[in-house]
């Protein structure tokens, strides 16, 4: 199974290096390298956000994720979306933002693809860490059964049942960030590009709703006239689940999932000129990681890794939450990305530690109820038989 789901992946890690290498040499080999893992390290949260909505889809909308998904992710995300950045903040064509993105330069020589992107960081950084915040805060504020940090969660949960709640933090947020920590001559850009961000998410997140209940309502139609209930059941193992979504609710899930992948990739394409300037190897490395990341939500998926770590989600979405307000103060000031990597991790594998306990926990509980009854059973049998003993 490790092989056929990150089969692909290798293969392009084979293929980016080898190109790299005859790009750059030994030293563009080794960057390209050091991006990939970083990339992974970074977007590692993404991977397990993702698995929670692709297990939701068809075969054939998880494929094209995995296809269409990734040319977007790779080519869109990690090579396109620098150079229009860059058109668009320094006023100048594709054609020239082309050539100055093969001409390398350094990220303090200004006028360099570099320094243009490095300077168009603030407004980028307010549009992801607002967007990534609001999705966050959808997930803190639903109350849930089952709680991680329930000390935290439930109270927040509590908070929640405030009509739109998470947008008006989101808002708050977004202004104290433009008052406070962007420069004066950047308050407006961070501004406006935050509104866009909070629109942004807010747009694909209902629509993604809004298919979704066309879906649903369709199926009821569906059941009712044809005396099932196939339509609205959605306990594990239903027709519904084993399904999955398709048509426009399934686009509406692929949208989301490409916009969150957009604003996981910020933080990764403007750092990785911290590393490099060569937008060439920053494509290789990134795209490579992109790969991972793809390869590791199909294998959550399939191995069903999300219901069996109770927890992963919730710490994946705490992460989400470290790296908005990562992003956030990078609009002024520079946080290395290995920190930025190390938080989301972190989160990860507390999260997985706090599941593993959880479940042994349960194991022990299950065998200590299994041992009493058999117990209670014998000792019942013993009775009836002394009873029926002359």
């Keep these: ?69 990734v040319l977007i992710a790779v080519f869109g995300m990690r090579l396109l979306f620098p150079v229009v950045i860059v058109c668009l903040t320094a006023k100048i064509s594709p054609v020239t933002a082309y050539h100055l993105a093969l001409d390398g330069g350094s990220v303090h020589t200004p006028g360099t693809y570099a320094n243009l992107l490095h300077d168009a960081h603030p407004a980028i950084a307010a549009f992801g860490g607002i967007f990534l915040l609001t999705l966050f805060l959808d997930f803190v504020f639903e109350e849930r059964e089952i709680t991680w940090l329930s000390w935290l969660e ?7 049942r405030v009509d739109r709640i998470a947008v008006v933090v989101s808002g708050i947020v977004l202004a104290l960030a433009a008052t406070f920590i962007a420069h004066e001559d950047k308050t407006s850009s961070v501004f406006l590009a935050g ?65 969150l992948d957009a604003t996981f990739s910020f933080d990764g394409v403007i750092g990785a000129f911290a590393i490099t300037s060569d937008p060439i190897i920053i494509a290789i490395g990134l795209g490579i990681g992109a790969m991972y990341i793809r390869s590791l939500t199909v294998f959550l998926v399939r191995k069903g890794t999300l219901s069996e770590f109770r927890y992963l989600e919730h710490g994946a979405h705490w992460a989400i939450g470290a790296l908005a307000v990562i992003l956030l103060i990078t609009i002024t000031y520079e946080v290395p990305e290995v920190v930025t990597g190390l938080v989301g991790v972190g989160f990860i594998l507390l999260a997985l530690i706090s599941s593993t306990i959880r479940n042994r926990r349960a194991l022990r509980e299950d065998s200590s109820d299994t041992t009493s009854a058999r117990t209670a059973d014998l000792g019942s049998n013993l009775e009836t038989a002394s009873r029926q003993a002359p």
């Design 154 to 160: 439930r109270p927040l949960a509590r908070i929640g």
């Design 1 to 69: 199974m490790l092989l056929r789901t990150f089969g692909a992946s290798l293969g392009v890690t084979a293929i980016g290096l080898v190109l790299a290498y005859f790009y750059g040499g030994m030293t563009g080999f080794t960057v390209a390298l050091i991006l990939a893992i970083l990339e992974i390290s970074v977007s590692f949260d993404n991977a397990v956000v993702n698995a929670k909505h692709v297990a939701r889809l068809n075969a054939y909308w998880q494929k094209l994720f995995l296809t269409v998904g």
């Design 195 to 259: 509104t866009f961000g909070l629109i942004t998410y807010l747009v694909v997140n209902s629509l993604g709703g809004m298919f979704e209940a066309d879906l649903d309502n369709a199926e009821h139609s569906g059941a009712e006239e044809s005396g099932t209930g196939v339509g609205t059941d959605r306990t594990p193992g239903s027709a519904k689940v084993m399904v999955g979504l398709a048509g426009r609710a399934a686009f509406g899930v692929f949208l989301f999932l490409e916009v």
